[in-house]
């Protein structure tokens, strides 16, 4: 818990929910696993959520550290209407304390000031729609700690026409999953490692939370999902626990689920492991595809062996991109195999789109 109740500019207020009273007058949030408890004025390890007046809120609802138009292959997301574009953006904060966070300045931003575009849920459905885009992604920060924000941004986005994106860590309490989940078209679940030692000790999670959101989503909801496993060189990245995360996910989840392994960058707050070679990326891809996934890609690296989707009846390249590109796209208008039929798992609009690798700045609010 956060005992500083001081953030740099005026904040917005808005009434949270999956909270409760304790009987020693603390509240006790029920959102995410952390179970947060709070005296007055107190914020939770997210930062964002306070306990003020007897009530809890959120005070970045209505608030972002920026919007831009990205690839949806960036989320990443490979079978989710390949090659458009999606509005995205995050707000400030983050439920887990990852020492290897690659998005360090907002999730760990502690600093309202970087909150500079303001933007109603109505606001951004509409410049989506303006813009042109099919989709908006909660990202840049993990959407579960703003859920009211991006649960009422998704809803304006439906009324709208548009999907919605999550990208999160998955660690959320059942109750506010279910709620969460069924408002998402699609959902990139980072899976930080397979062993409950890594989440406690390099996350300050633990593991089981975010298996069961993955089993929710892929089993209860109509969320299109894909995994992504940042791999970091002696932490998470023996070949043991990257054959038991993938047996996991076929067994678990079926074989159709994308994932994605992802290259790790030494960060300040933790150097003590190198950057990822490619070659583990793909020793990480070789061992979950004999580990009977279908859909296995290396990611933050040019390989295009790695970014190829490939039929998973007759072998073909279907998809084959390079980096955020694509470079071939031979699906028909109903996303199946022009070789032999077979349907591809994911959401296929009628062809791809060409946005391409670029990443276009918006400003949105005042
Ligand atoms: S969302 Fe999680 S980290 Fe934030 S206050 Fe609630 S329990 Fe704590």
Redesign the pocket.
Known sequence: MNPDHTPAVAESAHPGRWWHALEDGRLQ?D??P???RLHEGQR???FV?QARDGAMILTTYGRSSGFCLDPVEKKPLNHFHPGTPILSFGTAGC?LACKFCQNWDISKSRDMDRLMDAASPAAIAAAARRLEVPAVAFTYNDP??FAEYAMDTALACREAGIRSVAVTAGYIHAEPRKEFFALMDAANVDLKAFTEDFYAKLCGGHLQPVLDTLAHIHHLTDCWLEITTLLIPGHNDSDREIAQLAGWIERELGPEVPLHFSAYHPDWKFLEAPETPPATLSRARRIARDAGLHFVYTGNVHDTEGGTTDCPRCHAPLIVRDWYTLKQYRLTASGACPDCGHQLAGRFGPGPGDFGARRQPVRLGT
């Open positions: 949030c959102l995410c952390r179970d947060c939770g390890a997210c959520r439920n579960v700690i």
